[in-house]
């Protein structure tokens, strides 16, 4: 196990910086779940720890060694990638234990250590078929074998669930999640996908144009994110984001709705952020202000609403459960006020 500080980093391809003062610490046996959008860094980032991109300036150290300019196979990482570059001619076994086998580990020494990290993935039955004999998932299962068995110091996971079908990534991701509680190691872990970054991660670290917007839990970046960026970035569907100014004990929205908040946000209020679940759909002339559904989607456990609202424009709404509405319905709507997030001119939270 081990504990991973970033000081300072920064990583440029000539003039173009692509990272900037990326300040982080990683605790010992922390799952740590780099997001963005595409473009933002976090698979640069995620190679610059594992020592395959070098690092433009700052420090990066492991358990208080500064690793800048050690090999990466001197770091003692183990990362997973997106492709699972398995050998195709060798079988389970050989593919799960090849690293030990090119540093000359003992035969007896490999086939231990691969069988208790078969056993671990529920890959006992399987060890000596060939990769082309192997689901995704169990491709994948190999791989992640394959950095068990050197039992690094530290797990690096770059998008590994992005090839996978809807299914298999649910049971992937599951399985992940056991295998951090079982081995209780440092996992870092790049994505796209919020879904997995909300259910793998002790902390979220979300990243655009190369600069960290904010650090936290899944639920603080949920219930209080830092700025407009992170609010829209987490959550599903997208927060809806509206104009507004201030009023008398909080914001006024284009329709004349008024939303309390408190006085520091009331003052520098431009836009006010209302999650989709954050909204209740009433009869019509029920709610707050009304509209006309123009998009329903029927999820079974949840109903999506795409209004146009009198006064405001189009929001999306999430109801639980199914909600007998059909395209071209008349709605009300009312807002939750408390979990309303206001933001200034810059984008910044204001509560």
Do not use: W
Request: a neutral charge; charged letters at 20%; glycine letters at 10%.
């Amino acid at each position: 196990m081990a504990r991973l500080d970033l000081n300072g980093v920064a990583k440029r391809y000539g003039s173009t910086e692509v990272l900037r003062d990326i300040n982080l610490t990683m605790e010992d046996g922390e799952f740590i779940v780099l997001v963005g959008p595409s473009g933002c860094g976090k698979s640069t980032l995620l190679r610059m720890i594992a020592g395959l991109e070098p690092i433009s300036g700052g420090d990066l150290s492991i358990d208080g060694t500064r690793m800048n300019d050690i090999a990466p196979r001197d770091r003692d990482i183990a990362m997973v990638f997106q492709s699972y570059a398995l050998y195709p001619h060798m079988d389970v076994m050989r593919n799960m234990g090849f690293s030990m086998e090119i540093r000359g580990a003992p035969t007896e020494e490999r086939r231990s250590k691969v069988a208790a990290a078969a056993q671990t993935l529920g890959l006992d039955a399987l060890v000596d078929r060939l990769p082309k004999a192997l689901s995704g998932g169990q491709r994948q299962r190999v791989a992640m074998g394959r950095a068990i068995v050197r039992k690094p110091k530290a797990f690096l996971f770059d998008e590994p669930l992005s090839n996978l079908d809807a299914a298999l990534r649910v049971e992937m991701r599951m399985e992940i999640a056991r295998l951090h509680r079982r081995l209780g190691a440092t996992m870092v872990y790049v994505t796209h996908d919020q879904v997995e970054a909300l259910t793998l991660a002790d902390r979220i670290v979300v990243l655009s144009a190369g600069v960290i917007q904010q650090v936290g839990t899944p639920l603080e970046l949920y219930e209080t994110p830092a700025n407009r960026f992170v609010a829209q970035f987490i959550g599903s569907p997208t927060m809806n984001v509206v104009a507004a100014t201030a009023s008398p004990g909080g914001a006024r929205l284009g329709n004349g709705v008024d939303i309390a908040l408190p006085g520091k946000a009331a003052a520098s209020v431009t836009e006010l952020g209302l999650r989709p679940e954050h909204l209740d759909v009433t009869a019509p002339d029920q709610g707050q202000m009304n509209g006309l559904a123009d998009v329903v989607e029927h999820l079974g456990s949840d109903t999506n609403i795409l209004a146009q609202v009198d006064g405001i424009g189009a929001l999306m709404i999430r109801q639980h459960g199914h909600v007998p509405l059909r395209a071209g319905d008349r709605l009300g709507i009312r807002i939750q006020p408390d979990k309303a997030h206001a933001f200034d001119a810059a984008g910044q939270s204001l509560r």
